[in-house]
C-alpha cells in the first residue's frame, strides 16, 4: 500500500521560507519521478516542481523558478520543497504525488500522470 505522507506547511509572513518533506513508503522510491502541485481556493491543482527518478533533474512552474528548490533523499524515501521569499500568491494546500513508472522522459506536468497522492499540508502567506 503505497503511502505519501506530506508535512512542514504552515502560517508565514511574506518574503519568509518554509520547508515541505514528503515521506514515501510501498513504492520503489528511487525508480519513482516525485512532484509537488498546489491547490489555492477555486483554483484548480497545478504543477509546481518535479525531480526525476533518473538523475534527480528538476523542474519547475515558471513562478517559483529562482525561489523554490525541490530535491530527494532516496535513502529516506523522501522529497522536500524548499520553499523562499513566499509570496502571498503561493498559499495553497501543497500535494506530494508519485509516478513510479520509472520512464525515460521528462515527467509530466498534468494531474493524471501521476498515480499517487498525499493529503496535502496547507501552506498559507500574509501580506
Known amino acids: 500500500q503505497v503511502q505519501l505522507v506530506e508535512s512542514g506547511g504552515g502560517l508565514v509572513q511574506a518574503g519568509a521560507s518554509l520547508r515541505l518533506s514528503c515521506a514515501a513508503s510501498g513504492l520503489t522510491f528511487s525508480n519513482t519521478d516525485m512532484a509537488w502541485f498546489r491547490q489555492a481556493p477555486g483554483k484548480e491543482r497545478s504543477f509546481v516542481a518535479v525531480?526525476?527518478?533518473?538523475?534527480?533533474?528538476?523542474y519547475y512552474v515558471d513562478s517559483v523558478k529562482g525561489r523554490f528548490t525541490i530535491s530527494r533523499d532516496n535513502a529516506k524515501n523522501t522529497v522536500y520543497l524548499q520553499m523562499n521569499s513566499l509570496k502571498p500568491e503561493d498559499t495553497a494546500v501543497y500535494y506530494c504525488?508519485?509516478?513510479?513508472?520509472?520512464?525515460?522522459?521528462?515527467?509530466?506536468?498534468?494531474?493524471?500522470?501521476?498515480?499517487?497522492w498525499g493529503q496535502g499540508t496547507q501552506v498559507t502567506v500574509s501580506s
Open positions: 504525488a508519485a509516478d513510479p513508472r520509472g520512464r525515460w522522459v521528462v515527467p509530466g506536468t498534468g494531474v493524471n500522470e501521476y498515480e499517487y
Open positions: 525531480i526525476t527518478w533518473y538523475d534527480s533533474r528538476p
